[in-house]
């Protein structure tokens, strides 16, 4: 799937979801650079200097063909053109058809239901590639805004698991939620 290709794209009624570009960076940087952002999320609050690499990296080598593939994809608002958050794909098994993916969103456009109508989006175009059977997200199991999310796309809890990381300092229990293509599809 040609998710570096400039004309890939997912529209939906207030969004456009869209491969990164490095015109995009002081975008990322307003929200990658805040702590409450990143304390459930594997990477430190970054610099431009470190968004600039880290943004380099995945366009270079963000791909969703194989086993073992990471995508990454921006979250255009569509009225502004403004990329306002993030979403990750990542093909974790070709044999058992089974995909993850993760999402971040600047704070500053929290609460409008944005990230929900990004996943929806996401999960339908996933399933529909026909090469997927179960999408799950792992959370940490304190991060109740991303928990509300996944309930909201009617994702089921799979499992709790109980210190499963020592996790920036302290030991962190994980949640799995996930959904089935016969759950998701019509
Ligand atoms: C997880 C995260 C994306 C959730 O963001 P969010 O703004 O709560 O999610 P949405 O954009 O879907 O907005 C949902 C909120 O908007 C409200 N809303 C308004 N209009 C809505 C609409 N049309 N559709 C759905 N919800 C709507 C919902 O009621 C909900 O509000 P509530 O939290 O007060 O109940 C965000 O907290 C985040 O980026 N966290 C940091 C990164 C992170 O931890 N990522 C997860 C790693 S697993």
Redesign the pocket.
């Known amino acids: 799937m040609e998710l570096n290709s400039a004309g890939f794209q997912l529209i939906t009624d207030r969004l456009i979801i869209r491969p990164m570009t490095m015109a995009d960076e002081a975008d990322l940087f307003e929200?990658q650079s805040l702590p409450?952002?990143?304390?459930?999320?594997p990477w430190p609050a970054r610099t431009l200097e470190q968004v600039h690499e880290a943004l380099a990296k995945s366009i270079a080598e963000s791909k969703f063909d194989n086993e073992g593939d990471y995508g990454l994809l921006g979250i255009e608002l569509a009225s502004s053109k403004k990329i306002v958050?993030q979403l990750a794909l990542m093909y974790r098994s070709a044999e058992n058809q089974t995909a993850e993916f993760?999402?971040?969103?600047?704070?500053k456009?929290?609460?409008?239901?944005?990230?929900?109508?990004?996943?929806k989006a996401l999960l339908t175009y996933i399933f529909e590639t026909g090469k997927f059977n179960r999408i799950f997200?792992?959370?940490?199991a304190r991060?109740t805004?991303?928990e509300?999310?996944v309930k909201?796309l009617g994702m089921r809890k799979e499992a709790h698991i109980e210190e499963e990381e020592f996790f920036k300092g302290e030991w962190c229990d994980a949640i799995i939620y996930g959904i089935l293509k016969r759950e998701w599809l019509p």
Do not use: M
Not at 102 to 107: D, H
């Open positions: 929200y409450e952002v990143v304390k459930y999320i958050g993760g999402y971040v969103l600047n704070p456009y929290s609460g409008h239901g944005y990230a929900t109508e990004a996943c997200a792992h959370l940490d991060n805004a991303s509300n999310l909201r």
